[in-house]
């Protein structure tokens, strides 16, 4: 694959300016995340299922849900600890969950909604346990960052079957999209 999540991640951490500061935060409340993971699942997956295209995907294979709801604890606990301090494992990881979503089809028009509940549902509980705005603007960061990865899978797997079936250049292929894109209404 062409992208290096690392190379990428650092490009997000820069773009997002999420510092050390909101490492050290993220990490000081990482048992408080760890406290409400399952209530945010629940929620998490609530949402996901009152679509019918997305409660059909949820449910196409026997045990994905339960599967799903120990992903989804696993993942939203790394947002806090960073696994390696946000390092090569998280963006190998991160990576790993974007061609996850590529490969079932589940595409940005999902994600991106999906995304904002979780922000707005963090958002609730820590008002509800009177934790500081900065802690909310650090998730929001990381969040954000988990996203692009996401989306970002998309473009990279995409453009890469389309180079590969065909052999045109990259350059060619932007050049394309870019008159295709001029040329649409
Ligand atoms: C905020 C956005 C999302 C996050 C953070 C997230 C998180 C995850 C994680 C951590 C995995 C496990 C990846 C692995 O096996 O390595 C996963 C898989 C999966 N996700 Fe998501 N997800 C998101 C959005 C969605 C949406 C919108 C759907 C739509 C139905 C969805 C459905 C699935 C399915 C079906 C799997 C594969 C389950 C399996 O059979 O193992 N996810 N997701």
Redesign the pocket.
């Known amino acids: 694959m062409v992208l290096d999540p690392q190379a990428f991640m650092a490009t997000m951490e820069k773009r997002i300016s999420f510092s050390d500061s909101d490492k050290a935060l993220l990490k000081e409340n990482a048992a408080w995340g760890k406290s409400i993971a399952l209530q945010m699942a629940e929620v ?1 997956y609530a949402y ?1 299922a009152r ?1 019918p ?3 059909e ?2 449910n ?2 026997e ?2 849900m339960h ?2 709801n120990e ?2 604890i ?3 606990g790394e947002m806090f600890t960073g696994m390696d301090n946000w390092g090569s494992a998280y963006a190998a ?1 991160r990576w ?2 974007g061609l ?2 590529v490969q ?1 089809g ?1 595409g940005p028009q ?2 991106v ?3 904002a ?2 922000v707005n549902e963090v958002g609730k509980h820590l008002k509800s346990a009177g934790l500081t705005e900065d802690l909310r603007e650090s998730l929001g960061r990381i ?1 954000m960052i ?2 692009a990865f ?1 989306e970002q899978a998309y473009v990279e797997v995409s453009s890469q079957a389309v180079l590969r079936e065909t052999g045109w250049t990259e350059g060619l292929f932007k050049r394309m999209i870019s008159t295709g894109a001029a040329g649409m209404k």
């Open positions: 998490f996901l679509d295209e997305m409660y995907i949820l196409a294979k045990g994905r599967r799903l992903t989804f696993e993942w939203f990881r790993r969950i996850v979503h079932i589940i999902h994600v909604p999906a995304m509940t979780v969040c988990d996203l996401i």
